[in-house]
DNA sequence: CCCTTCTATCGTTAATTCACGATAGACGAT
DNA sequence: ATCGTCTATCGTGAATTAACGATAGAAGGG
């Protein structure tokens, strides 16, 4: 009967995991699905680190807008800010940013059911 | 001048080709940046294939709500569906799927930078 | 103190998203 | 033909998103 529960319990908890990594990989996919945060993330992985009005001279945005961007992107984890005087530095989160590649790598077909295509 | 010529030409497509791969990552990502919708391919990598009723029988959702999910991850390339009697039967792009996770592996630190992180 | 630089936030507007119920149309069985 | 199953689409309403300009507040310099 405890044993029974335990294995109750041990399921549940990756019932409960299972579920909140597809959570965790939506809320990651969203703060990337914007063609603007996209070339962000890559602005800042291509240079030691920047400033907000660094990337409002690359992107065709205003700079409140900008601003915005990174707010979802911060608010996501994928990216994190240094202040720096009157200016914010910001990077991208290393660990994030493997945990996102990771879930999305995660998504994979089950036992035997690799290259099934149905007739379209 | 035509050496030259030819070799901004070379760079202009790179670029163009880089803000197309910027621009499908988006897409790709905006098309998984919700919790239904994730589960929606997770469900399709995990078993044959499966018909719009199991789905709806799977997610707390209306089928109609379903169906225009699956609108949106087809149209982003992600899934696709063949007809079957009165039944569509949905399965996941393998090679959409694979050019995503490419994307997203292409992620990574420019020369020099790796492991980089700003003071937070 | 004033001025400048820098960025986040606010408010606004228009567009898009997300959920639902209703329904049309395709298909198969009788 | 009718009926049942199945799904995409439509219309609706509420919430969210994405763009902008204006501005407040932080920081530094003279």
Same mark, same amino acid.
Not at 48 to 60: A, I, K, N, Q, R
């Given at each position: ?30 703060? %990337? +699905?914007? !063609? ?18 660094? %990337?409002?001279?690359?992107? !065709? ?16 984890? %994928? ?5 720096? +005087? ?15 590649? +990771? %879930?999305?790598?995660?998504?994979? !077909?089950?036992? +035997? ?8």
């Amino acid at each position: 009967m405890a044993a029974k529960r335990g294995y109750r319990d041990a399921e549940q908890g990756r019932a409960q995991e299972r579920l909140r990594a597809g959570a965790e990989l939506a809320g990651f996919a969203k703060a %990337l +699905g914007h !063609p603007a945060r996209v070339e962000i993330v890559r602005f800042l992985l291509a240079r030691d680190s920047c400033m907000c009005g660094d %990337l409002v001279d690359h992107l !065709p945005l205003a700079q409140s807008t900008v601003s915005q961007h990174l707010r979802i992107l911060k608010e996501a984890g %994928l990216i994190q800010g240094a202040i720096d +005087g009157p200016r914010v530095c910001y990077c991208v989160a290393p660990r994030a940013l493997a945990r996102f590649q +990771g %879930l999305v790598a995660d998504l994979r !077909p089950g036992p +035997g059911l690799a290259d099934r295509e149905c007739e379209a």
